[in-house]
């Protein structure tokens, strides 16, 4: 069974940063995409961004310049560096990948990042 545990959340101000981190395990991690979503209050879980096993990234056009994505096979970890933090960014992060080998999703449980004005 895959493994994702998110960490790093937690209460920021406006205009500070966060690093969050994704510890994925019983997967060979180096061979697959990875991506950080997430879910504000009373609305739909969002993409974040996403970056490949080659190390290609995306990134949601309402993070895109503030945010980072990436990642170290060696540790078997994602991270997303997250810089010029907005209210509107408060929400919980979930760490993704899609397991080709059961066609299965999998998601961390997530890590709360909220903003303040």
């Known amino acids: 069974q895959v493994q994702l545990v998110e960490s790093g959340g937690g209460l920021v101000q406006a205009g500070g940063s966060l690093r969050l981190s994704c510890a994925a395990s019983r997967i060979f991690f180096s061979t697959y995409d990875m991506g950080w979503y997430r879910q504000a209050p009373g609305k739909q879980r969002e993409l974040v961004a996403t970056?490949?096993?080659?190390?290609?990234?995306n990134y949601a056009d309402s993070v895109k310049g503030r945010f980072t994505i990436s990642r170290d096979n060696a540790k078997n970890t994602v991270y997303l560096q997250m810089n010029s933090l907005k209210p509107e960014d408060t929400a919980v992060y979930y760490c993704?990948?899609?397991?080709?080998?059961?066609?299965?999703?999998?998601w961390g449980k997530g890590t709360l990042v909220t903003v303040s004005s």
């Open positions: 993704h990948v899609f397991y080709p080998p059961n066609g299965l999703n999998y």
């Open positions: 970056i490949t096993s080659g190390g290609d990234t």
